[in-house]
């Protein structure tokens, strides 16, 4: 069968070019996948860990904005606000709540009644983690009514959003438990966050080790606050900003006037982040920040202006960055890996018919959260006697391809055993995964031996 003197030269007169096809982002190392335990469909190894705290990622700024103009695309299309009560509060939670089921969060949507209208907190867990140790951050995604609300508070909202779908992306798995929740009626009094901390069994609330709270961070004339409620959650944003040169000042505009107030009132721990609203900054405060002394620091607090158009990016962009690194410095995770995490496997021996259709041959992934890396690695094991007749495809959980190999009429060697590095990272992790596998061309056959997945 594997002859590969006689067949060879006649063979290539039968091939065409168009076989030839650019194939998706993907690259082989040719690396053996030698010996394929049997029956060990799926495995699930040890999750490698890294001894050393994984280092916080650069939050894209980019991606916090498009949140941004997201809320004020509600905001217009709901008559120009995301109010308590109002319709563009309630898009403005399923836009969020989208983008978290998507990435994997658990997510839970509580409500509450307050003037008469129904109020909406969003809340979002990240699987995994010690659940005694919980590090939590939010921010009121409510608008007044006068308004959009992009910095107050679009800004905090989007900016937590960012930092969770980083978690998520990273596949980051954090040594505490993460959650993030979305208040809403913040603008009537703090009315959400109030209804949570009240509805928390008092076992739950001591397990929330710190409560971090993001009520606008990109005003347009911007300072650098932060809370000094704790000590140890002060110290680990002042010395973010303390790496980048920044100077921050202690948090003075109003004590208690955002979410943070609630859980501090029932023993928790917390700290935040601000960038300021109608105070004005002063001369000192200019000569270190920059920006313009005597104005405010947001001249649009709670005003109709508060839009796109209304939001510092270098703030913003420094800000949603202090937060990524008190969440992974306060969670004490680490990252997989490359190579170190779980592998799903199929042993199953599956013929690959002459020139004819394609076979599949199936993966169940099942306990990994979130998405695919975007360094997916898939051992091939396909024994072939002319390995030029084959093409072959990954398909994800949502149907898509992912080529991996294209048919050559001019490779005549056997056998494909190869790892392929895959960008599945649009790709839920969990589903049913497929190697395909056609032969294109007559006389050679062969077999896939076994394939498989490491996240
Ligand atoms: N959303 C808050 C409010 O309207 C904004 C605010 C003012 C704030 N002062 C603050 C937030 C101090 C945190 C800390 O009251
Ligand atoms: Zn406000
Ligand atoms: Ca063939």
Request: with cysteine; net charge negative; hydrophobic share 35%.
């Amino acid at each position: 069968m594997r002859d590969l003197n006689g067949p060879t030269l006649p063979r290539r007169s039968r091939r065409t070019a168009a076989l030839l096809t650019t194939g998706a982002a993907v690259t082989a190392t040719l690396l053996g996948v030698s010996s394929v335990p049997a029956n060990a469909a799926p495995t699930a190894a040890a999750a490698g860990r890294s001894a050393r705290t994984a280092a916080a990622p650069d939050i894209s700024v980019a991606n916090v904005k498009a949140h941004l103009a997201q809320l004020q695309s509600i905001a217009n299309a709901n008559g120009g606000n995301r109010a308590h009560g109002r319709s563009g509060y309630k898009a403005s939670i399923d836009y969020v709540k989208g983008k978290l089921d998507a990435a994997g969060f658990t997510t839970t949507v509580q409500q509450f009644t307050s003037n008469g209208a129904t109020g909406y907190n969003l809340i979002a867990d990240w699987p995994g983690g010690d659940a005694g140790h919980v590090v939590f951050a939010g921010s009121h995604l409510d608008s007044v009514s006068r308004g959009a609300g992009i910095n107050d508070n679009g800004s905090g909202s989007a900016g937590i959003l960012e930092v969770a779908l980083t978690v998520a992306k990273q596949g980051y798995k954090p040594d505490k438990h993460l959650r993030f929740a979305w208040w809403g009626a913040e603008e009537l009094g703090l009315v959400g966050s109030q209804n949570y901390v009240r509805q928390l069994p008092a076992a739950e609330r001591q397990k929330i080790d710190a409560y971090l709270n993001f009520d606008m961070i990109g005003s347009p004339n911007p300072g650098y606050f932060v809370y000094d409620d704790d000590p140890q959650l002060e110290g680990v944003f002042k010395d973010y900003f303390a790496g980048k040169n920044i100077p921050t000042e202690i948090e003075t505009e109003g004590d208690g006037r955002s979410d943070h107030a609630p859980f501090k009132n029932a023993g928790v721990r917390v700290g935040g982040l601000f960038s300021g609203a109608d105070y004005t900054k002063s001369a000192s405060q200019a000569a270190k920040w920059g920006g313009t002394a005597g104005q405010p620091f947001d001249r649009c607090y709670h005003s109709s202006c508060d839009t796109t158009a209304n939001i510092n990016d270098t703030a913003l962009d420094n800000n949603s960055d202090a937060i990524a690194h008190a969440v992974w410095t306060l969670s004490g995770g680490s990252t997989t890996p490359p190579g170190g995490g779980k592998v799903f496997e199929s042993t199953s021996a599956l013929d690959i018919p002459d020139a004819g259709a394609a076979v599949e041959s199936p993966v169940t992934v099942g306990g990994v959260t979130g998405n695919a890396p975007s360094a997916l690695k898939v051992g091939v094991d396909i024994r072939h006697s002319y390995r030029g007749d084959l093409v072959v495809d990954l398909v994800g959980p949502s149907g898509k391809t992912y080529r991996l190999k294209d048919a050559s009429s001019n490779d005549s060697a056997a056998d494909v055993v190869a790892t392929y590095t895959v960008n599945a990272s649009g790709e839920h992790a969990d589903g049913t995964w497929k190697l395909r596998v056609q032969d294109v061309a007559a006389q050679d056959t062969g077999r896939i031996n076994g394939w498989k997945l490491t996240f």
